[in-house]
Protein backbone atom coordinates (compact mmCIF):
# COMPACT_ATOMS: atom_id res chain seq x y z
CA UNK A 1 0.00 0.00 0.00
CA UNK A 2 1.22 3.44 -0.89
CA UNK A 3 1.45 6.55 1.43
CA UNK A 4 1.75 9.64 0.57
CA UNK A 5 2.25 13.18 2.00
CA UNK A 6 -1.18 14.81 3.13
CA UNK A 7 -2.79 17.55 0.96
CA UNK A 8 -1.32 21.27 1.50
CA UNK A 9 -4.06 22.07 3.76
CA UNK A 10 -3.20 19.71 6.04
CA UNK A 11 0.82 20.23 5.53
CA UNK A 12 1.48 22.22 8.99
CA UNK A 13 -0.12 19.75 11.18
CA UNK A 14 1.75 17.20 8.91
CA UNK A 15 5.04 19.01 9.93
CA UNK A 16 4.24 19.34 13.77
CA UNK A 17 3.46 15.65 13.99
CA UNK A 18 6.67 14.39 12.09
CA UNK A 19 9.01 17.21 14.42
CA UNK A 20 7.21 15.64 17.33
CA UNK A 21 7.88 12.23 16.91
CA UNK A 22 11.17 12.80 15.59
CA UNK A 23 12.16 14.66 18.74
CA UNK A 24 11.35 12.13 21.18
CA UNK A 25 12.79 9.32 19.39
CA UNK A 26 15.53 11.03 20.12
CA UNK A 27 14.83 10.79 23.73
CA UNK A 28 14.94 6.75 23.11
CA UNK A 29 11.12 6.64 23.80
CA UNK A 30 10.13 3.49 22.06
CA UNK A 31 7.70 2.75 18.74
CA UNK A 32 4.82 1.76 21.58
CA UNK A 33 4.16 5.39 22.19
CA UNK A 34 3.72 6.54 18.72
CA UNK A 35 -0.36 6.60 19.23
CA UNK A 36 0.31 8.60 22.48
CA UNK A 37 2.09 10.85 20.61
CA UNK A 38 -0.05 11.57 17.70
CA UNK A 39 -3.36 11.82 20.60
CA UNK A 40 -1.44 14.17 22.00
CA UNK A 41 -0.58 16.34 18.81
CA UNK A 42 -4.06 16.19 18.07
CA UNK A 43 -4.73 17.70 21.60
CA UNK A 44 -2.40 20.24 21.11
CA UNK A 45 -4.70 21.09 17.44
CA UNK A 46 -7.70 21.57 19.26
CA UNK A 47 -6.41 23.67 21.67
CA UNK A 48 -4.64 25.75 19.37
CA UNK A 49 -8.35 26.49 17.26
CA UNK A 50 -10.04 27.58 20.66
CA UNK A 51 -6.67 29.98 21.68
CA UNK A 52 -7.20 31.55 18.14
CA UNK A 53 -11.39 31.61 18.15
CA UNK A 54 -10.84 33.20 21.88
CA UNK A 55 -7.78 35.97 20.79
CA UNK A 56 -9.94 36.92 17.55
CA UNK A 57 -13.08 37.54 20.03
CA UNK A 58 -10.79 39.62 22.06
CA UNK A 59 -10.02 41.87 19.23
CA UNK A 60 -13.77 41.62 17.58
CA UNK A 61 -15.24 42.24 21.56
CA UNK A 62 -12.03 44.97 22.93
CA UNK A 63 -12.95 42.81 26.21
CA UNK A 64 -9.68 42.43 28.34
CA UNK A 65 -11.25 39.56 30.19
CA UNK A 66 -11.73 37.81 26.54
CA UNK A 67 -8.29 38.75 26.07
CA UNK A 68 -7.24 37.27 29.47
CA UNK A 69 -8.71 34.18 28.78
CA UNK A 70 -6.92 33.96 25.03
CA UNK A 71 -3.75 34.48 26.42
CA UNK A 72 -4.80 32.13 29.15
CA UNK A 73 -5.03 29.44 26.69
CA UNK A 74 -2.09 30.16 24.62
CA UNK A 75 0.43 30.21 28.00
CA UNK A 76 -1.70 26.68 28.57
CA UNK A 77 -0.20 24.95 24.87
CA UNK A 78 3.01 26.37 26.06
CA UNK A 79 2.55 24.45 29.71
CA UNK A 80 1.37 21.51 28.30
CA UNK A 81 3.85 21.34 25.79
CA UNK A 82 6.68 20.90 28.81
CA UNK A 83 3.89 18.91 30.92
CA UNK A 84 3.84 16.44 27.43
CA UNK A 85 7.81 16.49 27.39
CA UNK A 86 7.76 15.38 30.67
CA UNK A 87 5.42 13.01 31.02
CA UNK A 88 6.94 11.08 27.97
CA UNK A 89 10.94 11.69 29.62
CA UNK A 90 9.30 9.79 32.82
CA UNK A 91 8.19 6.77 30.23
CA UNK A 92 12.12 6.42 29.89
CA UNK A 93 13.19 3.06 30.66
CA UNK A 94 16.11 3.31 33.35
CA UNK A 95 19.71 2.69 31.91
CA UNK A 96 23.09 2.70 33.18
CA UNK A 97 23.66 6.68 33.46
CA UNK A 98 20.20 6.52 35.17
CA UNK A 99 19.83 4.04 36.92
CA UNK A 100 16.76 5.08 38.70
CA UNK A 101 14.85 6.37 35.60
CA UNK A 102 14.02 9.73 34.59
CA UNK A 103 11.17 10.35 36.26
CA UNK A 104 12.50 12.79 38.45
CA UNK A 105 13.44 14.99 34.97
CA UNK A 106 9.60 14.94 34.34
CA UNK A 107 9.43 17.40 37.81
CA UNK A 108 11.72 19.79 35.86
CA UNK A 109 10.01 20.14 32.75
CA UNK A 110 6.44 20.30 34.56
CA UNK A 111 8.00 22.98 36.83
CA UNK A 112 8.81 25.05 33.85
CA UNK A 113 5.26 24.81 32.23
CA UNK A 114 3.93 25.85 35.82
CA UNK A 115 6.19 28.76 35.82
CA UNK A 116 5.06 29.68 32.74
CA UNK A 117 1.41 30.23 33.55
CA UNK A 118 2.49 31.97 37.14
CA UNK A 119 5.24 34.62 35.21
CA UNK A 120 2.95 35.29 32.05
CA UNK A 121 -0.36 34.08 32.44
CA UNK A 122 -1.12 35.83 35.95
CA UNK A 123 0.68 39.25 35.29
CA UNK A 124 -0.49 39.79 31.59
CA UNK A 125 -4.45 39.72 33.24
CA UNK A 126 -3.88 41.79 36.23
CA UNK A 127 -1.69 44.70 33.90
CA UNK A 128 -4.41 44.18 31.18
CA UNK A 129 -7.10 44.37 33.81
CA UNK A 130 -5.97 47.27 35.61
CA UNK A 131 -5.66 49.17 32.14
CA UNK A 132 -9.06 48.38 31.35
CA UNK A 133 -10.90 49.83 35.09
CA UNK A 134 -10.00 53.60 33.78
CA UNK A 135 -11.47 52.40 29.62
CA UNK A 136 -14.42 54.26 27.99
CA UNK A 137 -14.41 52.45 25.03
CA UNK A 138 -17.59 50.30 24.62
CA UNK A 139 -17.38 46.79 23.78
CA UNK A 140 -18.75 45.54 20.66
CA UNK A 141 -19.77 41.87 18.70
CA UNK A 142 -20.79 40.44 22.22
CA UNK A 143 -22.78 37.42 20.72
CA UNK A 144 -19.44 36.16 18.84
CA UNK A 145 -17.98 36.41 22.19
CA UNK A 146 -20.29 34.73 24.37
CA UNK A 147 -20.75 31.61 21.54
CA UNK A 148 -17.17 31.43 21.84
CA UNK A 149 -17.13 31.30 25.44
CA UNK A 150 -20.01 28.91 25.76
CA UNK A 151 -17.81 26.42 22.93
CA UNK A 152 -15.03 26.79 24.73
CA UNK A 153 -17.02 26.06 28.02
CA UNK A 154 -18.39 22.75 26.50
CA UNK A 155 -15.07 21.61 25.14
CA UNK A 156 -13.26 21.95 28.92
CA UNK A 157 -16.11 20.62 30.74
CA UNK A 158 -15.62 17.23 28.46
CA UNK A 159 -12.27 17.42 29.02
CA UNK A 160 -12.46 17.73 33.10
CA UNK A 161 -15.05 14.42 33.40
CA UNK A 162 -13.06 12.33 31.13
CA UNK A 163 -9.89 13.32 33.45
CA UNK A 164 -11.97 13.16 36.32
CA UNK A 165 -13.01 9.56 35.26
CA UNK A 166 -9.66 8.61 34.97
CA UNK A 167 -8.57 9.95 38.45
CA UNK A 168 -11.25 8.17 39.70
CA UNK A 169 -10.23 4.40 38.53
CA UNK A 170 -6.65 5.46 39.86
CA UNK A 171 -8.16 6.80 43.28
CA UNK A 172 -10.41 3.27 43.46
CA UNK A 173 -6.99 1.43 43.18
CA UNK A 174 -5.56 2.96 46.28
CA UNK A 175 -8.92 2.95 48.36
CA UNK A 176 -9.48 6.83 48.34
CA UNK A 177 -11.47 10.02 47.24
CA UNK A 178 -10.29 11.91 44.10
CA UNK A 179 -9.42 14.92 46.28
CA UNK A 180 -7.68 12.46 48.44
CA UNK A 181 -6.07 11.06 45.13
CA UNK A 182 -5.09 13.91 43.89
CA UNK A 183 -3.58 16.14 47.35
CA UNK A 184 -1.25 12.80 47.48
CA UNK A 185 -0.37 11.69 44.18
CA UNK A 186 2.97 12.04 42.97
CA UNK A 187 1.79 12.09 39.25
CA UNK A 188 1.90 16.31 39.57
CA UNK A 189 1.20 15.94 35.96
CA UNK A 190 -2.06 14.47 36.18
CA UNK A 191 -2.59 16.76 39.12
CA UNK A 192 -1.74 19.82 36.79
CA UNK A 193 -4.24 18.61 34.64
CA UNK A 194 -7.20 18.70 36.70
CA UNK A 195 -6.56 21.73 37.95
CA UNK A 196 -5.53 23.55 34.67
CA UNK A 197 -9.14 22.41 33.64
CA UNK A 198 -10.73 23.79 36.35
CA UNK A 199 -8.80 26.83 36.61
CA UNK A 200 -9.67 27.16 32.65
CA UNK A 201 -13.84 26.68 33.15
CA UNK A 202 -13.56 29.20 36.38
CA UNK A 203 -11.89 31.58 34.35
CA UNK A 204 -14.57 31.05 31.18
CA UNK A 205 -17.00 32.04 33.87
CA UNK A 206 -15.51 34.72 35.15
CA UNK A 207 -14.91 36.41 31.39
CA UNK A 208 -18.72 35.66 30.22
CA UNK A 209 -19.65 37.13 33.72
CA UNK A 210 -17.37 40.21 33.09
CA UNK A 211 -18.28 40.59 29.42
CA UNK A 212 -22.32 40.26 30.64
CA UNK A 213 -22.02 42.62 33.29
CA UNK A 214 -20.47 45.44 30.68
CA UNK A 215 -22.43 44.39 28.40
CA UNK A 216 -25.78 45.14 30.75
CA UNK A 217 -24.30 48.46 32.45
CA UNK A 218 -21.88 49.74 30.69
CA UNK A 219 -19.10 49.79 32.92
CA UNK A 220 -15.96 48.74 31.76
CA UNK A 221 -15.12 48.44 35.34
CA UNK A 222 -16.72 44.54 35.30
CA UNK A 223 -14.20 43.69 32.22
CA UNK A 224 -11.04 44.98 34.14
CA UNK A 225 -12.02 42.73 37.19
CA UNK A 226 -12.88 39.95 35.32
CA UNK A 227 -9.35 40.39 33.55
CA UNK A 228 -7.59 40.92 36.78
CA UNK A 229 -9.60 37.92 38.60
CA UNK A 230 -8.59 35.59 35.88
CA UNK A 231 -4.69 36.87 36.66
CA UNK A 232 -4.86 36.35 40.14
CA UNK A 233 -6.35 32.76 39.66
CA UNK A 234 -3.60 32.09 37.36
CA UNK A 235 -1.10 33.18 39.34
CA UNK A 236 -2.21 31.24 42.56
CA UNK A 237 -2.55 27.82 40.32
CA UNK A 238 0.66 28.77 38.93
CA UNK A 239 2.85 28.76 42.50
CA UNK A 240 0.44 25.88 43.77
CA UNK A 241 1.90 24.01 41.00
CA UNK A 242 5.53 24.83 40.96
CA UNK A 243 5.22 24.70 44.75
CA UNK A 244 4.04 20.79 44.02
CA UNK A 245 7.21 20.06 41.48
CA UNK A 246 9.35 21.61 43.86
CA UNK A 247 8.65 18.93 47.11
CA UNK A 248 9.37 16.02 44.66
CA UNK A 249 12.33 17.28 42.70
CA UNK A 250 13.57 17.73 46.49
CA UNK A 251 12.54 14.49 47.64
CA UNK A 252 9.07 12.98 49.07
CA UNK A 253 8.75 9.95 50.98
CA UNK A 254 6.08 7.63 50.75
CA UNK A 255 2.69 8.38 52.57
CA UNK A 256 2.24 6.65 56.41
CA UNK A 257 -0.67 4.89 55.14
CA UNK A 258 0.85 3.36 51.66
CA UNK A 259 4.52 2.85 53.83
CA UNK A 260 2.51 0.67 56.21
CA UNK A 261 0.72 -1.32 53.74
CA UNK A 262 4.32 -2.18 51.98
CA UNK A 263 5.74 -2.82 55.48
CA UNK A 264 2.99 -5.41 55.76
CA UNK A 265 3.19 -6.74 52.38
CA UNK A 266 6.85 -7.81 53.13
CA UNK A 267 6.47 -9.48 56.12
CA UNK A 268 4.03 -11.56 54.71
CA UNK A 269 6.79 -13.08 52.18
CA UNK A 270 7.87 -16.36 53.64
CA UNK A 271 11.58 -15.54 53.04
CA UNK A 272 11.25 -12.56 55.48
CA UNK A 273 11.00 -12.64 59.14
CA UNK A 274 11.14 -9.35 60.59
CA UNK A 275 11.62 -5.82 59.00
CA UNK A 276 13.87 -3.79 60.79
CA UNK A 277 14.39 -0.80 58.82
CA UNK A 278 12.30 0.65 55.85
CA UNK A 279 12.92 4.04 53.54
CA UNK A 280 10.71 4.60 50.31
CA UNK A 281 10.86 7.69 48.26
CA UNK A 282 9.26 8.82 44.92
CA UNK A 283 11.93 8.90 42.24
CA UNK A 284 9.32 9.67 39.32
CA UNK A 285 5.52 9.76 38.72
CA UNK A 286 3.96 6.70 40.33
CA UNK A 287 7.47 5.40 40.95
CA UNK A 288 9.16 4.80 43.99
CA UNK A 289 12.37 3.69 45.05
CA UNK A 290 12.20 1.29 48.19
CA UNK A 291 15.71 0.43 50.43
CA UNK A 292 14.78 -1.68 53.62
CA UNK A 293 16.77 -3.82 56.03
CA UNK A 294 15.19 -7.45 57.08
CA UNK A 295 16.11 -10.55 58.54
CA UNK A 296 15.64 -13.66 56.60
CA UNK A 297 13.94 -16.59 58.20
CA UNK A 298 16.17 -20.22 58.63
CA UNK A 299 19.85 -20.43 58.83
CA UNK A 300 21.59 -19.90 55.50
CA UNK A 301 25.40 -19.62 54.66
CA UNK A 302 26.55 -16.16 52.81
CA UNK A 303 25.82 -17.15 48.99
CA UNK A 304 22.16 -18.30 49.92
CA UNK A 305 20.98 -15.20 51.69
CA UNK A 306 23.21 -13.06 48.71
CA UNK A 307 20.75 -15.16 46.49
CA UNK A 308 17.24 -15.12 48.10
CA UNK A 309 18.11 -11.58 49.07
CA UNK A 310 18.28 -10.53 44.95
CA UNK A 311 15.36 -12.86 44.35
CA UNK A 312 13.11 -10.82 46.38
CA UNK A 313 14.36 -7.69 45.11
CA UNK A 314 13.13 -8.55 41.46
CA UNK A 315 9.68 -9.77 42.35
CA UNK A 316 9.46 -6.51 44.46
CA UNK A 317 10.48 -4.75 41.32
CA UNK A 318 7.58 -6.39 39.10
CA UNK A 319 5.38 -3.97 40.59
CA UNK A 320 4.91 -1.62 38.08
CA UNK A 321 4.86 1.40 40.91
CA UNK A 322 8.63 0.06 42.32
CA UNK A 323 11.33 1.71 40.02
CA UNK A 324 14.18 0.15 42.34
CA UNK A 325 14.11 -2.03 45.27
CA UNK A 326 17.56 -2.72 47.44
CA UNK A 327 17.03 -4.93 50.78
CA UNK A 328 20.13 -5.72 52.93
CA UNK A 329 20.75 -7.71 56.09
CA UNK A 330 19.18 -6.55 59.33
CA UNK A 331 21.72 -6.83 62.63
CA UNK A 332 20.63 -9.84 65.30
CA UNK A 333 20.17 -6.61 67.85
CA UNK A 334 17.83 -4.33 65.47
CA UNK A 335 14.29 -4.02 66.50
CA UNK A 336 11.87 -4.93 64.25
CA UNK A 337 9.50 -1.88 63.49
CA UNK A 338 6.47 -1.06 64.37
Not at 4 to 30: C, E, M, S, T
Amino acid sequence: MRIGLPGRKDQAYYLFVRAFNRFHKRLGIGNQLADRRLAVAKAFAGEAAIALLKSIAALVTGSSAMLAEAVHSWVSIVADCFRANAYLVASRPADQMHPLGYGRESYVWALFGSAGTFLFGAQFGVWRGIEQLHSTEPVFGYTFGYLVLGGAFLAQAVSLIQSLRFVREKAASRGLGVIGHLLSSSDTLLRAAITEDMLALLGLAIAGLSMGLHHLTGHAEFDGAGSIAIGILMGAVGLYLIDMNRRFLAGVSLPPDLRAKVIASFRQAPEIRRVTAFFAEYIGPEKILISARVELTGQHDQAHLARTLRTLEQRIMEHPHVGRATLSLSAPEEADLD
